[in-house]
């Protein structure tokens, strides 16, 4: 393939056409295959009406019957942005979306009445300069290979004050092109009041980032009681991201372990120096932050985590945790299992625990060190 000449800027090659560009939807121009036997009389039919993600609430509740409340426990809705798209499932001519705002990490594009208009610009970048974005211009061509701006500069027109518009109806603005960094740092509102400790069980779903306790940038405490019932006890006590970042409390090989997996780059354990115990037990990992990084290159708090078994030692190393959360989606809290994808590669997910019984996992944020009140940690095990 011939070099391309055009205009790109510099590193991002034809990324252009990954998810990460705004307007020219690569990878995430998707099919949407639609069944519902009971309410939808086609099979098999197609439909090439123009349709994005947030039409598909509006759809389901259309085709459900149901209105949205305009005020839930007393706050206010936003409006519903989508459009149904009920009418194009019965009839292959109804008409479909005339017109659909983007915004993606600092770039800009609107699709409107089968035209599309969009920005270049680096993704993510910090870049700013948005005055100087090249505009493009496209028809149906799904390619998107022949730029129209030369040649229709009114319509281009046209449509950049539409989008314009729909940025400041639909809270795009002001534009940011944040790096993944200055957004991973950014404060936001969490799901879960403050509180000083976390308690989380066994057998249940695992629990969103977004709704669970905040380690980044403190000390903590992970302390899980454990009725140890065979010396082959092996498996996962309490998982907390995954492949990207997060850490991880395990059993394996009769030894206990902590993962702490920053940011998907700089896997850090700690092994326990001798093996597991039978009977009842408080199985911890406690980090000490003593500041933040001194490496440039590893942002975040540095300490010293150390493993005990009840009140005993039993390993220690120097760690740094990630700044900001672990993980945008998915891969949240578990115990007794790693669900999704593991945060070490020292085993396969999900390692759920075998050989004893998990009682539960409480995490302490409270700054207080585990030495100074484990007497406290134990009387959390005992039953409620």
């Not at 440039?296 to 030692?313: F, H, I, R, W």
């Not at 790693?338 to 590669?345: E, G, L, N």
Request: hydrophobic share 35%.
């Amino acid at each position: 393939m011939a070099a391309y000449k055009g205009r790109w800027p510099l590193g991002c090659g034809f990324e252009r056409f990954w998810k990460r560009w705004a307007g020219h939807e690569g990878g995430v121009a998707d099919m949407c295959p639609v069944a519902w036997p009971a309410g939808i009389e086609a099979r098999a039919e197609v439909r090439r009406q123009y349709v994005h993600a947030v039409d598909l609430v509006p759809t389901l509740y259309d085709l459900l019957g149901v209105e949205p409340p305009e005020v839930i426990k007393g706050y206010p809705q936003n409006p519903i942005e989508g459009e149904s798209f009920r009418a194009s499932l019965t009839d292959p001519g109804a008409p479909g979306r005339q017109t659909q705002f983007y915004a993606m990490p600092g770039q800009r594009s609107i699709h409107h009445e089968g035209r599309l208009a969009c920005t270049v610009h680096p993704p993510l970048s910090g870049w700013g300069d948005f005055a100087l974005d090249v505009w493009e211009l496209y028809d149906t061509d799904r390619a998107r290979s022949t730029d129209l701006a030369a040649r229709e500069p009114a319509r281009l027109e046209t449509l950049k004050s539409l989008r314009y518009y729909n940025a400041g109806v639909h809270d795009g603005l002001p534009l940011d092109d944040r790096t993944v960094l200055e957004q991973v740092l950014a404060e936001r509102p969490h799901g879960t009041p403050e509180r000083d400790s976390h308690v989380y069980y066994p057998d249940s779903a695992p629990v969103p980032e977004q709704s669970g306790v905040v380690t980044s940038g403190r000390s903590y405490t992970v302390a899980a009681g454990i009725d140890v019932g065979s010396v082959d006890a092996e498996g996962v006590l309490y998982a907390h991201g995954g492949v990207a970042g997060g850490h991880s409390l395990y059993a394996k090989d009769h030894r206990l372990h902590y993962a702490y997996n920053w940011v998907g780059t700089h896997l850090q354990v700690v092994d326990a120096d001798r093996e597991i115990p039978p009977g009842t037990h408080v199985f911890t990992a406690e980090f000490a932050a003593n500041g933040r990084s001194a490496d440039p290159e590893m942002p975040g708090a540095e300490g010293t985590l150390t493993l005990y078994v009840d009140d005993q030692e039993v390993g220690s190393d120097d760690i740094v945790t990630q700044p900001g959360s672990f993980c945008v989606v998915g891969d949240g809290i578990c115990v007794g299992r790693d669900d999704a994808s593991p945060v070490t590669p020292d085993h396969q997910g999900p390692f759920p625990f075998t050989g004893g019984t998990i009682d539960k996992v409480v995490v302490d944020v409270s700054g207080e060190r585990y030495v100074d009140h484990e007497a406290q940690v134990s009387g959390w095990f005992i039953v409620d």
